[in-house]
């Protein structure tokens, strides 16, 4: 992203149409692909290959990307680009003196708030790049206690057959009888140890609270100093080759996967809907998903816009970092949960770890293993801080815009703030772990309230202003490139569709849970 300035006449723009979507898929493509979207998906799945609870999530998820994603993209852009201003300024610009603006600010504090928890996940990535720098990863032999390994055993040799009498001396015969010689079945107790310790070793991370906040200020700091230090420069040049870097190597990564026995059955996971599960809170989730996913409901991808040259098509730029977004959310997931099939990982708890727990595997089987793992989490670290350098962007520019700061304090206030509210999530894994309302840790309540309730909150706010303040004039010279019929059908998604299915799926989550 180009650095806002005050000044309208000394306003950034992108180079070119390339520049821009790389920027905004920069800021889309982060974690909310690569661990939130696989997370969810195994969340509704059951944790069970042979439900259909995930393909139902990934088939909801992809119809609100369509429907309500798409459109709202383009509103957003458009927006930003009419106004060329930071949210909150957006909108006072375009309809001076109206309470629009409130949508504005309703974005400043979702983004404060993704902001803080989101980069607590941000740090675990980059705890991942120590540890396969230190080839943690290798080690699982030493760590993982025969007796571990023994229980598993018995437990999936109970679970095949149903059969909760069988004992542990029977479980490891059976378990034993099915390899030749003892070396043999040395490598066999060894594979187990590797499916096994990717989960001790995450779940032991997450244990400590030192290790925890520590990178989750590390990371807070790089934000930082990438926002300080000029956002158009560097980061937009890595930008260029870093995400596509990160594709191929997804890209690569998928196809292993699905070439290796039972990696497929990720496949049928992820794209075999039942709708037998389906229920309003799986809706709730795929849509706050999707506005999360998107970097939609917050003015992130307004204030984009607004550095958007007017004859740039704001319609083909939409298409073309919307389905990037989501190819690299379905192709994560294929990776992880091929990952997870092909090795007979461990399917069990929430699933918060996936990302971290599925992936060490394949590379401990590749060769060149250790330096693909440090390339990949230095990847996603990559991809987080473009997100997070758009999130600390919106509340920035709106502090220089709307409170007169200097772009330094209002980085450092900002992020400051942030940092604190951050503490209690990084602690929700551990020290406050017991500390929970509903059944949810900090941690939880934030990226509940944020992504199912906050963005799309703004998402009605921004298609309304959109469908019903900006007139038929003022949109058709945005979109000048879209045919009529094309046209029309988006004017009435945003008019009609986007604010009303948005909100009856809030009203009738948040009476359900009343
Ligand atoms: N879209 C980002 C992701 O999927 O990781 C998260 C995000 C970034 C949300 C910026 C909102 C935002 F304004």
């Known amino acids: 992203m180009s650095q806002p300035d005050n000044k309208q006449s000394d306003r ?20 909310g692909n690569l661990w939130k979207f696989p997370y969810l998906t195994y969340k509704f799945g059951g944790g069970e290959g042979d439900q259909h609870g995930a393909g139902t999530f990934v088939f909801l998820y992809l119809l609100c990307i369509a429907l309500v994603g798409l459109p709202l993209a383009i509103a957003e852009i458009l927006i930003g680009r009419r106004a060329k201003k930071s949210p909150v300024g957006a909108f ?37 790049v120590a540890k396969s720098v230190t080839n943690e990863f290798a080690n699982y032999e030493s760590h993982v206690s025969n007796e571990t390994v023994y229980d ?68 807070m700091l790089l934000t930082v100093g990438v926002v300080l230090g000029g956002v158009s420069g560097g980061i937009e040049r890595w930008n260029r080759i870093l995400m596509p870097a990160l594709f191929l190597m997804l890209g690569i990564l998928a196809v292993r996967v699905l070439t290796l026995p039972g990696g497929t059955k990720a496949l049928t996971f992820l794209f075999k809907p039942s709708f037998s599960d389906i229920s309003i809170e799986m809706v709730l989730f795929a849509l706050g998903q999707a506005f999360f996913s998107l970097s939609l409901g917050m003015g992130a991808l307004l204030t984009y816009g607004s550095y958007l040259k007017k004859n740039e098509r704001i319609g083909a730029s939409a298409v073309a970092i919307v389905s990037l977004d989501t190819t690299v959310a379905l192709l994560a997931s294929i990776v992880i949960f091929g990952s997870i099939f092909s090795y007979g990982l461990v399917m069990k708890g929430s699933g918060i770890g996936n990302l971290f727990t599925a992936i060490p595997v394949i590379f401990q089987h590749m060769p060149g293993g250790r330096i693909l793992t440090i390339l990949f989490y230095l990847l996603i670290c990559f991809a987080a801080l ?70 799309p909150l703004g998402g009605i706010g921004i298609a309304l202003f959109v469908g019903w303040a900006l007139t038929r004039a003022e949109k058709r010279e945005e979109l000048p490139e879209l045919a009529t019929p094309t046209f029309r059908v988006w004017n009435f998604l945003i008019k009609y569709l986007v604010p009303a299915a948005v909100a009856i799926v809030l009203i009738a989550t948040l009476m359900g849970q009343i």
């Not at 950034?12 to 974690?31: E, M, Q, T, Y």
């Not at 995450?202 to 290790?211: E, I, Q, T």
């Not at 330094?408 to 929970?436: E, K, M």
């Open 12 to 31: 950034g723009s992108f180079g070119n149409r390339l520049g821009f979507i790389l920027a905004a898929a920069g800021s889309a493509v982060g974690l």
């Open 386 to 455: 473009t997100s997070t350098v758009s999130l600390l962007e919106v509340v920035a520019s709106t502090l220089i815009d709307e409170r007169g700061m200097k772009r330094r304090t209002a980085v450092l206030t900002g992020a400051g703030v942030i940092t604190l509210v951050g503490i209690p999530c990084a602690l929700s894994f551990n020290v406050l772990s017991d500390f929970t309302l509903a059944g949810k840790t900090v941690f939880d309540l934030f990226d509940y309230f944020a992504s199912n309730i906050a963005l």
């Open 92 to 128: 006072k610009a375009l309809r001076p003196g109206s309470l629009w603006r409130a949508v504005g600010y309703l974005g400043v504090v979702t983004g404060f708030i993704i902001l803080s928890y989101y980069t607590v996940v941000a740090g675990w990535a980059t705890g991942y």
């Open 152 to 219: 598993r055993i018995l437990q999936e040799t109970r679970e095949a057959q149903q059969d909760q009498s069988i004992s542990k001396e029977a479980a490891l015969a059976q378990f034993g009888a099915k390899y030749p010689d003892s070396e043999a079945y040395d490598n066999a107790i060894k594979e187990k140890k590797l499916e096994a310790y990717p989960v001790a070793l995450f779940s032991d991370f997450l244990s400590s609270p030192y290790k925890l906040i520590g990178y989750f200020l590390f990371f």
